[in-house]
């Protein structure tokens, strides 16, 4: 536990180990966040302590270290980041792991008279290779509970495909749904259907299913594709879209899962239109960006419920369009605005 005592017990030894023994104090800070986060609060407390130089920080963390510490902290780190493991490079770790355990890989049960201690298919350490994901961790943790589960030695059976299968139940999937891998995979997601590319969305979608994502955060997400990358080119797909995400809040997971592929695809083959979404961000830009006081509703747009306000004119000389066979020439805008367009001519 990291508390108030902590820090200054951590603080006080640093500054002893500085000034008595000329060397710098060297913290090593591990999280394997999201299931144990940094807390804000150490976080900060380490930045003053870094920026002096009391102690050297080095931490480690399973997630993006951005979305845990601050921007002020992280601009003074030095940031490696480990990508995952080849097929290759796991084989060689697993590999390595079973010789320490005087254990045998063979590639056929025909072999195994020969050997002594735990014994692998070569197909059983590729199938435990293809499952980890990249993740040593995950592949060296199989390992040990394939061994647990099959106790096996060359003398009696080899632990095969099937037995390394059972020990994952499940592919595990690199998800979280508060970190950096749910932002990047929604990404490709919407932008996939934004390229009209249906294969990647289906793909991407699930990705995000099997890796155990809200359904309902899916469907709020093709709502807003719907109106932003479909737009005016299909206006069905919004109440399209709408009623996607309500079919999955009625009936939930997995059998949702077929009605978010439906629309997925649906949205990825539709024609595309930006200008709904362009002409809207040049309206706040427009808003954002004006000086003084922003433009009042011209005097006969606005609405006259009081005697008072018909008095000073409210809603005068305005035209009822339903009473005109003809387009009439009307202003809407206030006359400052007269002249901007936000929709292409």
């Known amino acids: 536990m990291f508390g108030f005592r902590a820090e200054n017990d951590l603080e006080r030894n640093a500054k002893r180990t500085t000034l008595l023994k000329g060397r710098i104090a060297v913290v090593l800070l591990r999280t394997m966040s999201p299931v144990i986060p940094v807390k804000v609060f150490v976080v900060d407390f380490f930045l003053p302590h870094v920026e002096?130089?009391?102690?050297?920080?080095?931490?480690?963390?399973?997630?993006n270290p951005s979305f845990q510490v601050n921007n002020a902290l992280l601009s003074r780190c030095k940031v490696l980041v480990l990508t995952k493991h080849s097929l290759e490079s796991l084989m060689k770790i697993l590999e390595s792991a079973v010789q320490k355990m005087r254990g045998s890989i063979i590639e056929n049960s025909a072999e195994q008279k020969l050997h002594t201690g735990p014994c692998f298919l070569?197909?059983?350490i590729e199938t435990l290779a293809n499952l980890s994901d990249g993740d040593a961790r995950v592949a060296l943790n199989g390992l040990e509970m394939a061994i647990n589960c099959f106790p096996a030695n060359c003398a009696e059976a080899a632990i095969d495909e099937k037995q390394i299968a059972s020990v994952f139940q499940k592919n595990p999937l690199l998800y979280d749904r508060n970190g950096e891998e749910h932002y990047n995979i929604i990404s490709a997601f919407h932008k996939s259907i934004r390229g009209s590319d249906d294969t990647a969305t289906l793909y991407w979608l699930a990705r995000m299913l099997e890796g155990g994502e809200d359904p309902l955060y899916i469907g709020r997400r093709m709502i807003r594709a719907a109106s932003e990358d479909i737009g005016m080119a299909d206006s069905s797909a919004l109440p399209k879209a709408v009623a996607a995400y309500q079919a999955c809040h009625f009936i939930g997971m997995p059998e949702c899962e077929i009605n978010l592929a439906h629309m997925a695809v649906y949205l990825a083959r539709a024609p595309k239109s930006v200008e709904i979404y362009k002409a809207y961000k040049s309206a706040k830009s427009t808003i954002a960006n004006w000086k003084g006081p922003q433009p009042g509703v011209p005097i006969h747009l606005r609405n006259a419920p009081t005697k008072l306000?018909?008095?000073?004119?409210?809603?005068?000389d305005y035209k009822y369009?339903?009473?005109?066979?003809?387009?009439?020439?009307?202003?809407?805008?206030?006359?400052?605005?007269?002249?901007?367009?936000f929709f292409p001519m």
């Open 309 to 316: 306000m018909k008095e000073l004119g409210y809603g005068k």
């Open 321 to 341: 369009n339903p009473d005109f066979d003809e387009p009439i020439e009307q202003d809407y805008l206030p006359s400052v605005l007269k002249n901007i367009k």
């Open 52 to 63: 002096q130089g009391t102690i050297t920080l080095i931490g480690a963390t399973t997630e």
């Open 122 to 124: 070569r197909g059983a």
